[in-house]
């Protein structure tokens, strides 16, 4: 009950980084584990080196540039929350192409066209997921209850 | 002496090459000034009887040539180290690569359906009117400008569907059914005031009217949750 108690919005921000930081550094890190090897010289023992090693440096950039994203996400969509007085999956979409936009800020205005469209794009299939997958699920839960047929008792009675 | 043989051979590489850009003269020359280890002085027997040009011409074309020698000595050594291999390709490697190809783009057709599937789920969502996100943002609107409920809530509403673990609120719970042949949609989602610790669950039903297929309001009525516990019927059309 204290979940649905408290606010999620801003403490969503630290969330998320934390959350963007956590999956870039383990994603990045098994990534970089399979680069380092394949690029090393031969031997396992420099194989495993090469692969230690490239994780050691590259892993926690990655996961340093996905908290990046993630936190400047999370408090465009925290604002727009704000602003608009409603939560829908407009909001993730905008702040996605925003995100993308003002992270591209310095290399010119036609980048960060290109990357708003790519950040708008990605969250608006992120949403499209999360969709799909709220369908499903009420799908399978709600297809077996029988339907009350009649409007909930709450409202008062036909005027 | 070997000078010869490898006279014989750089000519059998210009001709199996098929490359004719150089006499083969002039490769005996360069080849020369390969076994001299110099450069220069080869180059100035050239060019004191060639103009600049051709001094510059042949510059490039030896550079060229000298490589294509050293490749041919190493091909001699190793025999299973082939170097210059000549780009025919036999039918089992083309067969191979078909299939890698077509492996990819059948990659490359499973990825752009899914990216396809969800984009149009999501425009759907967004776009169509019959959409719970729709529906839920008329709904909204409907209650925001209600006065009683302004009066009760205090002015800047908000709205939110359920919340999910992860601290997102934009889904919101709705159940669709038909009944009578006609589709009907319930949703059901909160609303917040600026008034602290009052909280209120909006609930309604809409109904398709079958001329223009859209969904029109059956009831939208807030109830409010915290303690002195009333409903504000906004819409009855029932």
């Known amino acids: ?159 | 002496m070997s000078f010869t043989h490898i006279l014989k051979a750089v000519q059998q590489s210009v001709r199996s090459s098929g490359k004719t850009f150089l006499p083969v003269q002039q490769a005996g020359v360069l080849l020369f000034t390969r076994r001299a280890g110099a450069v220069i002085p080869g180059l100035s027997v050239r060019g004191s009887e060639a103009p600049v040009s051709a001094l510059s011409c042949l510059c490039q074309t030896r550079r060229r040539f000298s490589v294509h020698v050293i490749l041919r000595n190493k091909e001699e050594k190793h025999r299973s180290v082939s170097a210059y291999q000549s780009p025919k390709v036999s039918s089992a490697q083309k067969v191979k690569d078909a299939g890698r190809d077509f492996t990819y783009l059948i990659v490359v057709l499973i990825g752009l359906g899914v990216t396809g599937g969800l984009l149009y789920v999501v425009f759907q969502e967004l776009f169509s009117s019959t959409s719970p996100n729709k529906v839920y943002s008329r709904a909204f609107d409907k209650v925001r400008s209600h006065p009683e409920v302004i009066g009760a809530f205090g002015e800047p509403i908000k709205c939110y569907g359920e919340t999910t673990r992860r601290g997102r609120r934009q889904q919101v719970s709705h159940v669709e059914y038909v009944k009578d042949g006609l589709k009907h949609m319930r949703l059901k989602f909160y609303i917040e005031g600026s008034e602290p610790g009052l909280k209120g669950t909006v609930h309604s039903e809409s109904k398709e009217n079958l001329e223009t297929g859209k969904y029109e309001f059956r009831y939208v009525f807030v109830e409010i949750d915290t303690y002195p516990r009333r409903t504000i019927v906004v819409e009855d059309n029932r």
Request: hydrophobic share 45%; net charge positive.
């Open chain 1, 1 to 159: 009950m204290e979940e649905f108690a408290r606010e999620p919005c801003p403490w969503r921000i630290v969330d998320d980084c934390g959350g963007a930081f956590t999956m870039g550094a383990i994603g990045g890190g098994v990534f970089q584990a399979v680069k380092g090897f394949r690029n090393a010289p031969a031997g396992v023992a420099h194989r495993l080196k090469g692969s230690a090693n490239a994780v050691r440096i590259r892993a926690p950039q990655i996961g340093g540039s996905f908290a990046v994203w993630g936190g400047l996400f999370s408090t465009i969509d925290c604002g727009l929350v704000r602003l608009r007085g409603k939560e829908d999956p407009w909001n993730s979409i905008t702040s996605g192409a925003l995100t993308g936009a003002v992270l591209a800020a310095r290399s010119g205005p036609l980048t960060m066209v290109g990357s708003a469209m790519m950040g708008g794009i990605l969250l608006a299939l992120i949403e499209g997921f999360g969709i799909l997958l709220t369908r499903y699920t009420a799908q399978q839960f709600q297809n077996p209850m029988p339907f009350t047929d009649d409007p909930s008792q709450l409202p008062p009675k036909n005027v």
